[in-house]
T-cell receptor
Framework: GNSVTQMEGPVTLSEEAFLTINCTYT??????LFWYVQYPGEGLQLLLK?????DKGSNKGFEATYRKETTSFHLEKGSVQVSDSAVYFC????????????FGQGTRLTINP | SQTIHQWPATLVQPVGSPLSLECTVE??????LYWYRQAAGRGLQLLFY??????ISSEVPQNLSASRPQDRQFILSSKKLLLSDSGFYLC?????????????FGPGTRLTVL
C-alpha cells in the first residue's frame, strides 16, 4: 500500500539557518504530495502541495519539489524564523477517489533565536 | 467562510465505556468528511471517510464506527473503549474528488482511555 516516510525529529535550528526535512513516499500511480503544518495551539493546515512530477510547491518561503525518480518531496527553507517552529507532516493522496491522505509521522521543528 | 468544529477538546474515559465525538462543518455543502487518529509517536492515520449522507468507508479494522446523520455532521463512536483507542482525533473536510484538493482540519479531540 501507499506510505510516507519522514525524517525523524525533533529538529532544532538557530534562526536564519537552512532547513531541510526529508520525505520519501511509496505509491502506485501518480499521487499528489502535500506538506501540512501544525503550529503550537493550532489545527493542521496546508503549507504547500504538488500534483505532478517536477512540480514545485511553495509558500511562506518554503519549497518542495515532486521528484518521481527518487520518490521524494523534501521540504526546504533558506532562512528559518522562530515563527516557523511547528510540527510538519508530509502526506500523499492517491489519484483515485476521495482524497484519502496518507501521512508521515511528523517532524517537530524548533527554531531558537 | 467555512469553519469546522469538534468537541469535546479533551476527554478522559475508562476502559469499556462508550464514546461519541462530534464534528460539524459550516459554510459549505456536500463536503467529504474524514476522521483521522494520531497515536503517540505515530503519524496521522485515516480511520473513516464519507462522501455523502449515510455513506461511510472504513480504512482500518478497529473498535470504532462512524456515522453521518446530516450533510455537515460526522460522528465517531465506540460501544466499549480500549486502551489502544487513546490518541488525538482529527476531523477534516474537503470538496470535490480530485486527489490534489486541500483538506481542512478541525482543532482535534485528545482522548485518554484509562
Amino acid at each position: 500500500g501507499n506510505s510516507v516516510t519522514q525524517m525523524e525529529g525533533p529538529v532544532t535550528l538557530s534562526e536564519e539557518a537552512f532547513l531541510t526535512i526529508n520525505c520519501t513516499y511509496t505509491a502506485t500511480g501518480y499521487p499528489s504530495l502535500f506538506w501540512y503544518v501544525q503550529y503550537p495551539g493550532e489545527g493542521l493546515q496546508l503549507l504547500l502541495k504538488a500534483t505532478k512530477a517536477d512540480d514545485k510547491g511553495s509558500n511562506k518561503g518554503f519549497e518542495a519539489t515532486y521528484r518521481k525518480e527518487t520518490t521524494s518531496f523534501h521540504l526546504e527553507k533558506g532562512s528559518v524564523q522562530v515563527s516557523d517552529s511547528a510540527v510538519y507532516f508530509c502526506a500523499l493522496s492517491d489519484e483515485q477517489g476521495a482524497q484519502k491522505l496518507v501521512f508521515g509521522q511528523g517532524t517537530r521543528l524548533t527554531i531558537n533565536p | 467562510s467555512q469553519t469546522i468544529h469538534q468537541w469535546p477538546a479533551t476527554l478522559v474515559q475508562p476502559v469499556g465505556s462508550p464514546l461519541s465525538l462530534e464534528c460539524t462543518v459550516e459554510g459549505t455543502s456536500n463536503p467529504n468528511l474524514y476522521w483521522y487518529r494520531q497515536a503517540a509517536g505515530r503519524g496521522l492515520q485515516l480511520l473513516f471517510y464519507s462522501v455523502g449522507i449515510g455513506q461511510i468507508s472504513s480504512e482500518v479494522p478497529q473498535n470504532l464506527s462512524a456515522s453521518r446523520p446530516q450533510d455537515r455532521q460526522f460522528i465517531l463512536s465506540s460501544k466499549k473503549l480500549l486502551l489502544s483507542d487513546s490518541g488525538f482525533y482529527l476531523c477534516a473536510w474537503s470538496v470535490g474528488l480530485a486527489s490534489y484538493n486541500e483538506q481542512f482540519f478541525g482543532p482535534g479531540t485528545r482522548l485518554t482511555v484509562l
